[in-house]
């Protein structure tokens, strides 16, 4: 069946430093691939969203590009700032088990600390 | 505001006594999904609900039910409760259940304690 993998955290990391999250992930067909935020108490948040091989997704100096071949959709940041501390979830969307829903699979959540 | 309404945010409750979660979307999806989302885990499907009287099981389905009468609303029902359901508990709405596309829009959650 459909999984995904992302690297176990915390990833911990300083202001301004780049930060990378891996995901990959195990489907049939062409999923859709997500990452989503999830704020401390809060539910999770699409942050971006990539819909086919090599779209790039986008969202708060976030990026994350579609890697059909490496199968991956790994997490960029480029400088980083405490209030993007929170757990970010990996996710893909694609033809379901029964072939006519689109069941999401998630990663574990990484979680992410930025100390000043 | 477009958004996912779950109530109550925190409930502690006693084994065996029937609860009820609900959950509201003012978005008019189609797809409505439960997740419970435990520590080491990760998010977990419990039931899900292309459109009205149309629900499915998840992953995780044992102990729960789900009704969808409404387009708006997905409740979850525990009908004897037990500690192992001690959780945090998240509603989910998409505009279809081709949510490939689309993402999902989550409620804020529902911590629940059963003892």
């Known amino acids: 069946g459909d999984s995904v993998t992302q690297m176990e955290g915390p990833v911990t990391l300083s202001e301004e430093a780049f930060l990378t999250i891996n995901c990959t992930y195990t489907a049939t067909g062409y999923p859709s691939l997500f990452w989503y935020v999830q704020y401390p108490g809060e539910g999770l948040q699409l942050l971006l969203k990539?819909?086919?091989?090599?779209d790039k997704g986008s969202n708060k100096g976030f990026e994350a590009t579609y890697r059909k071949e490496t199968t991956s959709f790994h997490l960029e940041k480029g400088s980083v700032q405490v209030s993007d501390s929170a757990v970010y979830f990996c996710a893909l969307s694609g033809p379901g088990k029964s072939g006519g829903s689109y069941i999401p699979t998630f990663g574990r959540g990484t979680s992410l600390i930025v100390h000043p | 505001e477009a958004q996912v309404t779950q109530n109550p945010r925190y409930l502690i409750t006693v084994t065996g006594k029937k609860l009820t979660v609900t959950c509201s979307q003012n978005?008019?999806?189609?797809?409505m999904s439960w997740y419970r989302q435990d520590p080491g885990l990760g998010l977990r499907q419990i039931y899900y609900s292309m459109n009205v009287e149309v629900t499915d099981k998840g992953d995780v389905p044992e102990g729960y039910k789900v009704s969808r009468k409404e387009k708006r609303n997905f409740p979850l029902i525990l009908e004897s409760p037990s500690p192992n359901q001690t959780s945090l508990y998240f509603c989910a709405s998409s505009l279809s259940g081709e949510g490939a596309t689309y993402g999902y829009t989550f409620g804020s959650g529902t911590r629940l304690t059963v003892v």
């Open positions: 990539a819909t086919k091989a090599d």
């Open positions: 978005m008019n999806h189609e797809y």
